[in-house]
Antibody, heavy 116, light 107 residues
Framework: EVQLVESGGGLVQPGGSLRLSCAAS????????MSWVRQAPGKGLEWVAN????????YYVDSVKGRFTISRDNAKNSLYLQMNSLRAEDTAVYYC?????????WGQGTLVTVSS | DIQMTQSPSSLSASVGDRVTITCQAS??????LNWYQQKPGKAPKLLIY???NLETGVPSRFSGSGSGTDFTFTISSLQPEDIATYYC?????????FGQGTKVEIK
């Protein structure tokens, strides 16, 4: 059974940093692109970033470029999102999802709240 | 960026009704479109991929059609468990973008 479990969310002040993790199981993690998708409270879905199987290609939505870094550790079957210089508008539930363009499997999400 | 415009933003229908949601892309995206269902507090669920292909395990009352810039998502006979918000999503280009969502309620 495919499972994706996010962790690392919480309350952080504007300008602060947070690192999200996603633990994957039930499939060959190193064979798949992985993505982060977020959803602000009461709002729609927004793709944030994705990363190729070997980490050699990474892509970001413009609003997080230069502040967020997606990475992965295939030996640990884990996906990460390092978030720096956080802003109030980054407040959202962050989901990890398997794939680059079609997401059949999603985690349960982890809430990031940016507030003073 | 490719803008995805869904309509309506919300709808109310009776059990058994046929429900149709449209999604328009700001440029030609061929059939590079997916549809998701999201229930409150839950992660989205993929229903339709490549505009018209039903994801494994998804009931056949759900269907999708279209290509180019205009797409349609249909629930042939609305059921109480279909109460959710539905999103279209394009993958012709980066960034991947979603429609704003259509909230479906029971009348």
């Amino acid at each position: 059974e495919v499972q994706l479990v996010e962790s690392g969310g919480g309350l952080v002040q504007p300008g602060g940093s947070l690192r999200l993790s996603c633990a994957a199981s039930g499939f060959t993690f190193s064979s798949y692109w992985m993505s982060w998708v977020r959803q602000a409270p009461g709002k729609g879905l927004e793709w944030v970033a994705n990363i190729k199987q070997d980490g050699s290609e990474k892509y970001y939505v413009d609003s997080v470029k230069g502040r967020f870094t997606i990475s992965r550790d295939n030996a640990k079957n884990s996906l990460y999102l390092q978030m720096n210089s956080l802003r109030a508008e980054d407040t959202a539930v962050y989901y990890c999802a398997r794939g680059s363009y079609r997401w059949e499997y999603w985690g349960q999400g982890t809430l990031v709240t940016v507030s003073s | 960026d490719i803008q995805m415009t869904q309509s309506p933003s919300s709808l109310s229908a009776s059990v058994g009704d046929r429900v149709t949601i449209t999604c328009q892309a700001s440029q030609d995206i061929s059939n590079y479109l997916n549809w998701y269902q999201q229930k409150p507090g839950k992660a989205p669920k993929l229903l339709i991929y490549d505009a018209s292909n039903l994801e494994t395990g998804v009931p056949s009352r759900f269907s999708g059609s279209g290509s180019g810039t205009d797409f349609t998502f249909t629930i042939s006979s609305l059921q109480p468990e279909d109460i959710a918000t539905y999103y279209c999503q394009q993958y012709d280009n980066l960034p991947r973008t979603f429609g704003q969502g259509t909230k479906v309620e029971i009348k």
